[in-house]
């Protein structure tokens, strides 16, 4: 089983490019999640998205956009990159409902660094 | 906003030996779910348990507890028997009503052998 895939693991960045981070989910799951943790922190929500076509801002979404065409896919968009943006950043999902079974899955994360 | 806040950036425990992990949360709502997660260095994040606020009854997963205080928003995490594998970060997570999963600064176990 796949479960969430985030693309790519690594990635160096210089100061002012652009990226796209990859993450895709093959469980059908209707939500979906950005997370950043910078090191020895905890998890910040950037976006999150109830839908295909649903995105909404988390705790931290500035200089981030996100969209959401499919249900499998939310790519995460880093805009005029800053060094204030290395971090690892991790992608998670969940199934639509209530109850204490509809907990996240996360991907292994994407550690970006910007110089 | 809801807030989650854990107050031992680290903590350390005999193997064999039970330690408790602390967190508490700030809510006005009543219906929630409150969630554990451990990172181990591998960086992948692995649920440990979960609770429902509605529940009374506290969750227990093997060798993992929890005690949950509705009043008090307090949802502490007891390892018991405590082994090698244990040692990791873990996370103590909130999702309400907005469907937003707000994560603590987490707590660095470390097991002494």
């Known amino acids: 089983n796949a479960g969430v895939t985030q693309t790519p693991k690594f990635r160096i960045l210089k100061i002012g490019q652009s990226m796209t981070l990859q993450c895709t989910q093959d469980?059908?799951?209707?939500?979906m999640y950005w997370y950043r943790q910078d090191p020895g922190m905890g998890l910040k929500l950037i976006y999150y998205?109830?839908?295909?076509?649903?995105?909404d801002k988390g705790e931290v979404p500035n200089g981030y956009n996100v969209s959401r065409s499919t249900t499998e896919d939310f790519p995460l968009r880093l805009e005029l990159a800053a060094p204030s943006q290395t971090s690892v950043y991790f992608c998670?999902?969940?199934?639509?409902?209530?109850?204490?079974?509809?907990?996240?899955?996360f991907g292994q994360g994407t550690r970006l660094t910007v110089v | 906003a809801q807030t989650v806040t854990q107050s031992q950036p680290e903590m350390s425990v005999q193997e064999a030996e039970t330690v408790t992990l602390s967190c508490t949360y700030d809510?006005?709502?009543?219906?929630?779910?409150l969630f554990w997660y451990k990172q181990p260095p591998s960086r992948q994040m692995i649920l440990v348990i979960r609770?429902?606020?509605?529940?009374?009854q506290n969750a227990t997963e093997n060798r993992f507890s929890v005690n949950f205080q509705k009043a008090a928003k307090s949802f502490s995490l007891k390892i018991s028997d405590s082994q090698l594998g244990d040692a990791a970060m873990y996370f103590c997570?909130?999702?309400?009503?907005?469907?937003?999963?707000?994560f603590g600064k987490g707590t660095r176990l470390h097991i002494l052998p």
């Open positions: 998670a999902s969940r199934r639509q409902g209530s109850g204490t079974s509809t907990e996240a899955f």
């Open positions: 998205s109830v839908g295909a076509g649903i995105t």
């Open positions: 997570a909130y999702r309400g009503g907005d469907d937003k999963i707000i």
């Open positions: 609770q429902e606020a509605y529940k009374q």
């Open positions: 469980m059908n799951h209707n939500y």
């Open positions: 809510t006005s709502e009543s219906d929630y779910y």
